[in-house]
């Protein structure tokens, strides 16, 4: 609900509050004193562009502000999805600088207009005789019928049911598409599989082969050194070893006759000890050091297979060449079993498709058996609204299913008697629309949750007893719901529960528009000139009294 709405610097207003009730909320003024603009302005709240020949004054932004309950909207998961601040009031915000840069806000969190759009239409339905297109769209036709025939429960069931239902079907059509694939692939890839399990390669072994492989290539060249460099060692005459030996004797005797040489010595001995280690070492390489060339082919041939698969499959090392086979026995494995998986997710499918079916059936079914109730109830509005002859039809076919049901509904219409019915948005004129929306709204008032609602001179072109019968409808809407209804007809005006006064003001260099809550007495006046011009007559003050009166 609407608690208070303030415009300032837009078109020809200056600076506009008005606080409208809970109830029935009429405004009235002279054409042109700005009704319409304090629409469009209203129009900035619900996400309408805009630019700068909005401003009244180019120098100064505009700003249009709302405050709104939201008690019963079921706002909070809108807000949670939209990371904005849910809070009572709420207060939305539109900025126009004079650059034409355009600002929103809720709560004073920056929005998008998108955003600002999509929260407006949940909180203010402006409604005009121009503006009633939407009545021929057919979501919004179905809408009408789930809201009427009450089945929120029904269609929540048959949404849950669809969800799962895309979902096996999406994981269904993933599993078949990857079959084609892998049923392509599947030759190749056990043919590669087999070729890198036929290695049985081993972590680190082209290392250890790449060793080996160069030591047997040297095999004869490594003896012959090792055995050279033995002798140069172990020569009695001139061997290192003799010669070391002599040089040990000498230390020791140096040390007998100082012992500051003890640590030289000491050195020289460790020195001596790390030779004869490497001469052993020497010794032993020599004795495990083999010339086997029929060895050598067999780490060759290994290297040769090796070096063939890392190029083939654009790799460095055994350890990748491991991991592709893993990667590969992974594809046939699940190749593999394949049809298991499949099989299982058919089922699955047909699982979810039978019960995506049997509640969307549910949902028809409740949803038909309001048509006829729906019906009787329009035609009757109808008639109270001056069209005697109406018909009104509701036609459902079936289609493939969706996120709303199995059901396309269609609202079939005739304004005149023998005239054939036909969907709304060929028959319909713009009155007719006008009275057959209002006429909707009103049943809806009771099954769901209607936002503020603003009436555009929606009794255009409807006098006499059939403007009464709207504005008592209206009066009936309003126990439970906010409205705002601009008129022209002082029996309609007269029914409101707060009257606000549209005015243009000429005492400054601008024209400005003004608004003025009225009192009794002025209700009186704004009545009676409403009935009979400027000057109005004593009659025209009586009938006016009379007009509050009833």
Known sequence: MLKSLSISNYALIDDLKMQPGAGLNMITGETGAGKSIMLGAVG????????????????????????FELGSYGLQGFFEENDLEYEEPCIIRREISPSGKSRSFVNDTPVLLDVLKSLGEKLMD???????????????????????????????????????????????????????????????????????????????????????????ENAEEIKLKIQEASGLFEDEQFGILHGMGQIQQHLQSLERLAHTFGSIRER??????????????????????EVDFEK????????????????????LTVEELIEIEQQLADQ????????????????????????????????????????????????????????????????????????TGLDQIEVLFSANKGGALQPLKKVASGGEFSRLLFAIKYLMADKMALPTLIFDEIDAGISGEVALQMVRMMKDISAKHQ????????????KGDMHYFVFKDNSASKTISKIKLLDEQERIQELAKMIAGAQPSENALQSARELLAN
Not at 54 to 60: A, F, N, Q, R, S
Not at 485 to 494: E, Y
Request: aromatic residues 8%; charged residues 30%.
């Open 268 to 289: 020289f001995q460790s020195a001596l000890i790390e030779v004869k280690d490497i001469l052993v070492t020497l010794q032993e390489e020599d004795g495990q050091i």
């Open 126 to 216: 402006v409604h005009s005789q121009h503006d009633t297109l939407l009545l021929g769209d057919g979501a919004y036709q179905l809408g009408l019928v789930d809201a009427y025939s009450q089945s929120n429960r029904e269609l929540a069931a048959y949404q849950g049911a669809y969800h799962d239902f895309r979902k096996a079907k999406k994981h269904l059509d993933q599993l078949k598409k990857k079959a084609l694939e892998l049923q392509k692939e599947a030759d190749f890839n056990q043919f590669q599989l087999d070729e890198l399990s036929a290695l049985s390669l081993q972590e680190g072994e082209q290392t250890e082969l790449e060793s080996k492989q160069e030591i047997l």
């Open 332 to 403: 046939v494995f699940e190749f593999q079993n394949l049809d298991e998986s499949l099989e299982k997710a058919e089922k699955d499918f047909t699982e979810a498709e039978k019960a995506m079916q049997s509640f969307g059936e549910k949902l028809t079914k409740k949803r038909v058996c309001c048509f006829s109730d729906f019906e009787k109830s329009m035609k009757s509005l109808l008639q109270d609204l001056g069209m005697e002859n109406a018909q009104i039809k509701f036609q459902r076919q079936e289609i493939s299913p969706s996120s």
């Open 483 to 494: 409205i705002i209804c601009i008129t022209h007809l002082p029996q309609v005006a007269a």
């Open 296 to 315: 050598l082919e067999e780490i060759r041939e290994r290297l040769s297979k090796i070096y063939q698969l890392q190029k083939k499959h654009g790799v």
């Open 44 to 67: 900035l709240l619900l996400g309408k562009r805009a630019d700068t020949k909005v401003l009244l004054h180019e120098d100064k932004k505009c700003i249009v502000e709302g405050w």
